[in-house]
């Protein structure tokens, strides 16, 4: 199975890439969506995984480690395309656990302008464009700089030039745009 797995902080561009990809090649790629799962509010989190210590949080690990475990029981032919805000050592920690022995991690990224620009004007959550957002962001490069994962900077490229890269990460043509 070849497995791509994007992660990045809100407006770094994963979400609106593999949204792109499900659209265009239905038949060509499997899409996963971590938040499809719903994420529950922080006293539900609380509650139910506690506050926990690491950046993430419980929630976030648990999660990232059952969606592996799923996509390792339902992959078939077709590439994979995981993507949510997750963690690298969650990820590494979950393709362990499911014995998923090779994956490509890519940290989709962008500077600060570019994530308040995307945050407030493309998707009108102004809400998200605050500091936390900017060091979860941070957090996530060095992450992925420490684990030598790759790193995607969209702060200057194209949607369009996004999704071919990705596309061309997976092993499919980009057609039909």
Sequence with gaps: MRLIILTGASGSGKTTIADHIARRHPERARVFRFDSVGVPSPEERMARWG??????????????????????????????????????AFIAEGLEAAGIAEARIILVHCDDATRTHRLCHERNQPDLANPDMMNWARYLR????????????????SIEDSVEYICRSLGIERSGA
């Design 51 to 88: 506050t926990g210590s690491e950046p993430g949080g419980e929630w976030q690990r648990a999660m990232t480690i059952a969606w592996l475990a799923r996509i390792g029981r339902e992959h078939d032919d077709l590439p994979v395309l995981f993507e949510g805000q997750m963690r690298i």
């Design 142 to 157: 060095e992450e992925a700089e420490a684990s030598g994962s790759e790193v995607l900077d969209t702060s200057k490229m």
